[in-house]
């Protein structure tokens, strides 16, 4: 037994939950806030701040390591789970995950995520305790082995240890026109989300968007440095489907339109319609997909609504439904599975993006940093929050340390191996 007890700690994540389909349904913004009623069921009023559960796992050697519950801004929408409670998290935790924990080894990740987070009762475990429960254990299974989160990973799952950063892509919210600023000035690698979650934002027959886009490209032209070069990655909330209609070549063709305005970009759109459950989802994004490829366009669609379990993700990638997946790590739950995702993606070439939600807290963006790298992803989320500069700054920073602790770790590893290799030629 490596843990001693458990910690409870109540904690806010770093936005707000949102009604998704109240906000669809037209309710308009007055100042930071969406006036109307709410629909989806657990929510009080349209937006609600974000709130958390953090966990700690009191080790032998009184070690703390952390980790957190949360859910994503959307919750209830697209087949997610509902509204974060943290009464009812806390107690579920405390009844039925901590006795788990302290009967387990906790140096054998893989092992000890698949003791503590069996179902119970025949039911799941909350996928908010999957995240926050993973997490901790990654800190201690790190701790206990006095190696970085993901040098487990790479151990766990038989990976090298990784030499390439992730590219980090950054998301605007509401502010677009100053965080896409902010982007380009940082150099951002993919930008900038948009968050086109309003049919005011997506504009009749999508012409608000389209001028957005091609404003993205020109800014980026006038205020980047000389050479840079971003992926632009846009997030319509299915308002492509809602606003044109749901017929694939309708959606195909609009998309091929907006990548031809920007001719030197790669354009990822995110989410181009909800159709409704996840096979319809799978089928007539593959229809999407195919027409795009066959256009020859740059665009690459980008699959969210729809596609949140593991077994989602299995089916959109063995389907060629999307270009790419965004792993929206707190609705996949377990770390460990963000990490069988991303090499579910790879072993059916198609692109894994490490995402998220900018509810997340500090700790899950640096466990979300390391499966990234230790798996190489092909991209991740400047998470949490919707500040630009705070995001960048916790994964940009995360992601340079870790990578130098995994350089120091790789050219201690040469040398001792040299040394065993003029050992054994004396020998001889």
Known sequence: MQIKDVLLAPGSGAFFYDDQAAIRAGAAQDGFIY????????????RVPASSLSVGLVLTDDMVVWGDLLNV?????????????????????????????????ASRYLDACAQVLEPHEH???????????????????????????????????????????????????????????????????????????????????????????????????????PGYHPVLHFDVYGWIGQEIGLEPQTIADFICKVADTVPDFTLNIESPADFGSTQAQIENYANIVSIVDNRGSSARIVVDER??????????????????????????????DTARAVLICKTNKVGAYVGGSCTETDLSAQVSVHVSVATQADMMLAKPGMGVDEAFSIVGNEQNRLL?????????????????????????
């Not at 006036?35 to 349209?46: K, L, R, S, W």
């Not at 009464?87 to 788990?100: C, E, G, N, Q, Y």
Request: contains cysteine.
């Open 35 to 46: 006036a109307g009623e709410p629909i989806t069921p657990g929510f009080t009023t349209i």
């Open 123 to 225: 039911k799941r475990l909350p996928l908010a305790v999957e995240y926050g429960v993973s997490q901790a254990l990654l800190r201690a299974a790190a701790h206990l082995q006095r190696k970085t989160m993901a040098e487990i990973i790479c151990a766990e799952f038989d990976l090298p240890l990784p030499t390439c950063r992730v590219p980090i892509y950054c998301q605007s919210g509401d502010a677009r026109e100053i965080n896409v600023d902010k982007m380009i000035l940082r150099s951002v690698d993919i930008l900038p989300h948009g968050l086109i979650n309003s049919r005011q934002k997506f504009g009749v027959g999508g012409q608000t968007f389209l001028e957005f886009v091609k404003w993205v490209a020109t800014r980026t032209r006038e205020i980047g440095r």
């Open 73 to 105: 801004q959307y919750s209830g929408a697209g087949g997610r789970d509902p509204l974060f409670e943290t009464a009812h998290i806390s107690d579920l935790t405390s009844r039925i995950v901590k006795p788990r924990l302290l009967d387990l080894d």
């Open 404 to 428: 130098a602790m995994l350089n120091r770790r790789r050219a201690q590893d040469e040398k001792i191996g040299m040394k065993s290799t003029v050992s054994h030629a004396q020998l001889s």
């Open 307 to 336: 596609c949140n379990t593991l077994e989602d993700i299995r089916l959109f990638a063995e389907a060629k439904a999307t270009h790419l997946v965004q792993i929206k790590t707190p609705d996949v739950g377990s770390i460990a």
